[in-house]
């Protein structure tokens, strides 16, 4: 078990310019999921996958931002068209689907200059 | 109103004094509540988790909730320097199966020695 792994840890970026990020989970959770968290503030929910399905959105995720999980295994996040707004972590987790609690990845820092 | 409101601080606390955190919430289908540790830079790390009203201990952590008030709280004894973090309080609706988690902002803790 060698928790969750998300790349990059930090991504800087012009406004406009696509980011992808990368999420690979604790290799026997079902579930993974994406949640966007900005300084001062709680994570906020973006959606959730089981297996490769995606099962939940939030309203949060606009038409920009695309998240896959292809096989059932790692996950991508897209953000297209990037805006200042979007500068903030970006946090993976995964659970199994009955579990105590997510594991969280140490999360990708996105600057939108 | 956001869904779960949570006192950002920040609490300053000499070391050895038992520290209270707490998190009130307005959606009455909340059944399941967490409470994760986050240290700068990091992802949220799981600490209690509790479905019932009442207390559950763990070493030095005591999770406490009342449903009737719509009330969590987290009691650190014997507090140490390590424990200087960002407290973040969660909870969802569907149990043990997880899915979308609501979380407080955070309250950020400082134990000096």
């Known amino acids: 078990d060698t928790g969750v792994s998300q790349d990059p840890r930090h991504k800087i970026t012009k406004r406009g310019q696509n980011v992808t990020f990368r999420c690979d989970p604790i290799s026997e959770h079902n579930r993974l999921y994406w949640y966007r968290q900005t300084l001062g503030q709680g994570p906020e929910f973006l959606t959730y996958?089981?297996?490769?399905?995606?099962?939940?959105k939030s309203r949060l995720l606009s038409d920009r931002f695309s998240a896959e999980r292809p096989k059932g295994s790692f996950s991508t996040l897209e953000i297209q068209r990037t805006e200042q707004g979007d500068s903030a972590m970006y946090l993976c987790a995964s659970s199994r689907i009955f579990g105590d609690g997510y594991t969280f990845g140490s999360g990708t820092r996105l600057t939108v200059v | 109103q956001k869904e779960v409101e949570q006192d950002p601080g920040p609490l300053s606390v000499p070391e050895g004094a038992i520290v209270s955190l707490n998190c009130t919430y307005s959606n009455s289908a909340f059944q399941y509540f967490m409470w994760y540790r986050q240290y700068s830079r990091k992802g949220p790390e799981l600490l209690m988790y509790?479905?019932?009203?009442g207390n559950k201990e763990d070493g030095r952590f005591t999770a406490q909730v009342d449903k009737s008030s719509k009330y969590i709280s987290l009691f650190i004894r014997d507090s140490q320097p390590s424990d200087s973090a960002t407290y973040l309080c969660?909870?969802?609706?569907?149990?043990?199966?997880?899915?979308?988690?609501?979380f407080g902002r955070g309250t950020q803790l400082t134990v000096w020695p």
């Open positions: 509790t479905y019932s009203s």
């Open positions: 996958f089981q297996n490769e399905a995606q099962l939940e």
């Open positions: 969660a909870m969802n609706d569907r149990g043990s199966t997880l899915g979308r988690l609501y």
